[in-house]
């Protein structure tokens, strides 16, 4: 299976120098699987996940893939070119000061009336309906009319690609650390198929970073249909 190259422009220089991100495609053989999408290096000096996405990319190149894999290494230009003398930092935003992962969107859904709206779709078409509205409140985000941050920008912009797939992986790296992921607590049993040795539960509590912004709102919508006996 080969991949396609493209870039998504996720910011521009005070210079007007585009700021673009390389995303790689592996189209799926069955439109009905699970898409995943897979991003690293928002903290500019986390570089390991690239090789990660790398090997990856080596290893799909001879299997038969079912659904969607779209793969962003360097996730984060900004952070990748902010070096200072042999170092890496790329944590922070330079500009803002906030950390680069707490920069996503709280989409604050009113899952209440929303599922109002749309309780009478079965299971797909809901589905469906939920995704599409995730993605143009990032769009509706991003073209708002008095701008915003370059680095909220950049964080609005990946996660608009990232609510297209139904597995959403960001890749980081701790400096002494054993591994680990952070993980739902619904998702519990399946981060075991990780083989990673500890999980960190995350509560259903939007926090600014990459994996909450993707799950929560979906999280917040099956614990309201949960009380609406759905
Ligand atoms: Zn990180």
């Known amino acids: 299976m080969s991949f396609t190259q493209?870039?998504?422009?996720?910011?521009?220089?005070?210079?007007?120098h585009e700021l673009n991100v390389p995303i790689f495609r592996f189209r799926g053989t069955d439109v009905e699987a699970p898409r995943v999408y897979i991003q690293a290096n928002v903290h500019g000096a986390e570089v390991q996940g690239n090789a990660v996405i790398y090997q990856l990319m080596q290893r799909l190149e001879t299997a038969n893939v079912l659904g969607d894999v779209v793969l962003v290494p360097l996730a984060n230009p900004l952070g990748i070119n902010q070096k200072s003398g042999e170092f890496t930092l790329g944590r922070f935003d330079p500009i803002?000061?906030?950390?680069?992962?707490?920069?996503?969107?709280?989409?604050?859904?009113?899952?209440?009336?929303?599922?109002?709206?749309?309780?009478?779709?079965?299971?797909?078409?809901?589905?469906?309906?939920?995704?599409?509205?995730?993605?143009?409140?990032?769009?509706?985000?991003?073209?708002?009319?008095?701008?915003?941050?370059?680095?909220?920008?950049?964080?609005?912009?990946?996660?608009?690609?990232?609510?297209?797939?139904?597995?959403?992986l960001d890749l980081h790296t701790g400096?002494?650390?054993?591994?680990?992921?952070?993980?739902p607590t619904y998702a519990y049993e399946l981060a075991k198929q990780f083989s990673i040795p500890y999980t960190l539960i995350i509560p259903n509590d939007f926090g600014g970073a990459m994996d909450e912004s993707i799950f929560c709102p979906w999280w917040q919508l099956s614990e309201h249909m949960a009380t609406q006996g759905a």
């Open 6 to 16: 493209s870039s998504l422009k996720v910011g521009e220089l005070a210079t007007g």
């Open 96 to 168: 803002t000061g906030v950390n680069w992962n707490r920069e996503y969107f709280d989409h604050k859904v009113d899952v209440e009336a929303w599922y109002a709206q749309h309780h009478h779709l079965d299971d797909t078409a809901l589905t469906h309906a939920f995704r599409t509205h995730l993605i143009a409140a990032c769009q509706a985000r991003l073209d708002g009319e008095w701008g915003i941050t370059s680095g909220h920008q950049l964080a609005v912009s990946l996660q608009k690609m990232a609510h297209d797939a139904d597995i959403v």
């Open 175 to 183: 400096p002494k650390s054993c591994k680990h992921l952070y993980c």
